[in-house]
């Protein structure tokens, strides 16, 4: 089995379109997936959702695993292989095979950033994750952590133990704690941008959401157009 | 993180601090046991922690598939048959990792003896006789430290099956292999499923370092031939006197924890 290696792109056609949605806490993420779905839906191509944690099979393992601050990363780094291979043999293979657009609410670079910031060697987690399906196009929101502060406060009062880090000790005020924990994540997502080629966009999530979202379907309708996908389709 | 074979380490690998000190010695000490459904393995498992207990020795069981984090989701997944190999694969060593990081590494640490019933050979078997690549188990529990004392329990696989069938009305879905397509009929699957399990242990038992006792021999027999191995491990385990938790300095002294790599 070999690694997902970020810097190799093998090739990508495939009928459907995996997309990609990644960025820390309270960049708006969830924003801009409820702005995009009915969007794509509106001009005719058929959208479904996946993300880090959402698989069905380890739901339960998840809330419980957030429940016991004592549990440990390299438990986190395995629930998160799990989680990710359950949704690409459940459901992304066949429906990028149908010609569907998948959109995922984070993915396998959530799942590195959460991990690495935990000292979960590199190494063994590349030969954990699944290495396919490689998404086609992958929207990086990023935004200062104090900004995201604000909004993953607004949104849901005091921040989550482990999104403000407070398992890994930054500060005993959860506040600062989130801005320094997110401040580490944006490091490591800093790493894997470095490694990545064109399908990684990086986005100004500090602007206005209807901008943000503006962007994204630009370069949506740029893969969509393109006429080697349109052949892949027609095949 | 202990045992992350070498080759699998980037250079970005160095420059993260591990979870777990690099070739960790840890003052207690782990013994495993490991064998196919049937072996008679988990009853000599028990014999020993009576036999520890009595000893006044600072024991603790763990069983595979324990973890309260992951159990309730294996559980599910497994009555609705909707498992994959490598996502099952996954899960099981979810569950060693957060057993190992929560309840087994602690106690190792403070210099207790942890007794698991089943270790990483346990998947390396079952997995590979479900078609995994060995090479990616391998990787895969990179994270688990060997076990000071590993034994194999072995009987031939069709005894094991009739004491299995023996004690229980029916067999289950994935004990029986049965989502390997290996035979409509129960029975006749889980003892071909047992019998691909036992080669694989076979196979493993120089590599992993697996000590042997003949699971046929009677009880009382095979659990004097255990504690005799367990007598020596623990020979090598120091007084319970220090009160640093901590994993050992390095002494050039007989490994602790070894690394999976060779």
Request: with cysteine.
């Amino acid at each position: 089995m070999s690694d997902a290696g970020l810097s190799t792109s093998p090739p990508r056609l495939q009928p459907g379109l995996f997309v990609v949605l990644e960025g820390g806490d309270g960049t708006g993420r969830s924003t801009q997936m409820r702005l995009l779905l009915p969007w794509l839906e509106e001009n005719g191509w058929a959208a479904t959702r996946v993300g880090l944690g959402r698989s069905t099979l380890l739901r339960r393992a998840f809330r419980s695993y957030r429940r016991t601050p004592e549990a440990g990363p390299q438990t986190l780094a395995l629930l998160y292989a799990a989680d990710l291979r359950a949704q690409v043999e459940g459901s992304v293979r066949s429906d990028l095979a149908s010609g569907f657009v998948v959109i995922a609410d984070r993915w396998i670079g959530a799942a590195r950033a959460r991990c690495q910031v935990r000292g979960v060697d590199p190494g063994w987690l590349e030969a954990i994750l699944p290495e396919a399906p490689l998404p086609d196009i992958t929207f990086y929101l990023d935004a200062d952590p104090r900004q995201r502060l604000a909004r993953e406060i607004g949104k849901r009062g005091m921040p989550d133990f482990r999104e403000s880090g407070r398992d890994l000790g930054l500060d005993a005020d959860p506040l600062r704690a989130f801005v320094r924990y997110q401040a580490l994540l944006d490091r490591q997502y800093a790493r894997i941008a470095a490694g990545a080629d064109a399908h990684w966009i990086r986005l100004d999530a500090g602007a206005p959401p209807e901008q943000v979202q503006h962007e994204i379907r630009q370069g949506l309708l740029h893969l969509l157009r393109a006429p080697d996908r349109e052949a892949a389709r027609d095949e | 993180m202990p045992g992350l074979v070498a080759k699998t380490q980037s250079p970005a690998a160095a420059a993260t601090a591990p979870v777990y000190p690099a070739s960790a010695r840890y003052r207690g000490r782990l013994i495993a046991v490991e064998g196919i459904d049937g072996s008679g393995k988990s009853t000599q498992l028990r014999l020993l922690l009576r036999w520890l207990q009595a000893a006044g020795l600072p024991v603790h069981l763990t069983a595979w598939n324990s973890s309260p984090v992951v159990h309730e989701a294996t559980r599910r997944a497994k009555r609705e048959r909707s498992l994959q190999p490598l996502t099952f694969s996954l899960m099981h060593a979810a569950d060693l990792a957060d057993r190992l990081e929560r309840e087994i590494l602690p106690r190792l640490r403070a210099g207790h003896i942890v007794l698991a019933d089943r270790w990483a050979a346990t998947a390396f078997a079952r997995d590979a006789a479900r078609g995994c690549d060995p090479e990616w188990l391998r990787r895969l529990y990179a994270f688990a430290p060997r076990p000071h004392l590993a034994v194999y329990f072995r009987v031939p696989p069709d005894v094991a099956v009739a004491r299995i069938q023996g004690g229980r009305a029916e067999l289950r879905y994935y004990e029986a292999g049965m989502d390997l397509g290996l035979s409509p009929e129960p029975a006749e699957s889980f003892r071909i499923f047992q019998r691909r399990v036992a080669e694989h242990y076979e196979s493993l038992a120089a590599p992993e370092r697996l000590r042997t006792i003949d699971g046929l021999g009677p009880v009382a027999v095979q659990q004097e031939a255990f504690r005799h191995l367990v007598r020596r491990t623990l020979r090598r385990r120091e007084p319970l006197t220090a009160t640093d938790a901590g994993p050992e300095a390095s002494t050039g002294a007989e490994p602790a924890t070894g690394e999976w790599d060779e």
